[in-house]
């Protein structure tokens, strides 16, 4: 085992994926030479040549095009796009076409496509580089979504979207990238998708989360546990399609539930995680389901970055709340 940060886990999943599999191609801005704007690709158009690790014109539509008529005629692209907020200007390819061709064509094609971006804030970065909009890409059928929290679960999760026959939208948290490093297995190491992760078992509150927000809600869970409340910590992992399940089961263990993410909370994903357990397991409920979110405003500017995003002591009221109701 090697200790590798997050972004080292993605070099090396697709490294190792690219040794395995001949026909994975890599596309976008800036990927070759300069390996990425996050070095996600460095050394692998070195490694692998300028035919695999294509360096492309800033145009998110084409790239993602592009990469739907690779897989439609029997390569796996692997597209990168800079930031999740330019992926808005491939959403005709994804929405329209990425897709929908399984279902146009009756199964006569697929699309094994995974289109990789940054997503979210924590870096200080400007206007459209700290988005953090995934249930756009949720509420589309037939795109799935994955999201990482962990260098281990970066690679594994990585290597079943290259191997999945369908689209898969895999957004990297960027405030993270770097920030944590852990052992993490060399060769063939896969994650299922759609199977999400119980990280620590609790009989208290069922904490739900995914990406960066695992740890200020493992930090917050773990100041709770000294007082005496033990929580359940679920990391999705995959989106969608949704684990459904392992939560309904652990609510109706704990009788309490709160749902922590960094998006906008109207219609984000957590509003509908909260309609599922109050369909599903409403009378295991003990107190209403909560939501620690983004606001409902474009993500701010550097300086007040800190105040948007949900942090250990937002988390920690919540489950008080439920708690005590």
Known sequence: MNTLSLIQAVNQALSEEMDRNPEIVLLGEDIGVDGGVFRATDGLIQKFGESRVVDTPLSESGIVGTAIGMAAYGLRPVAEIQFMG???GAMEQLVSHAA????RTRGRYTCPLVVRAPYGG???????????TEAFFVHTPGLKVVVPSTPAEAKGLLISSIRDPDPVIFL???????AIKEEVSEGEYLIPLGQARVVAEGDDVTLITWGAMLHPTLKAAGLMAEKGIHAEIIDLRTLSPLDSETLICSVEKTGRAVIVHEAARTCGLGAEIAAQLCEKALLSLEAPVLRVTGYDTPVPLPKTEAWYYPDCARIIEAIET???F
């Not at 929908?100 to 279902?103: E, H």
């Open 172 to 178: 990297e948290p960027s405030r993270i990238y770097r």
């Open 322 to 324: 439920v708690v005590r």
């Open 122 to 132: 924590g870096i200080h970065a400007p206007e459209l580089h700290s988005e953090s």
């Open 86 to 88: 330019f992926l808005y």
């Open 100 to 103: 929908r061709l399984r279902s």
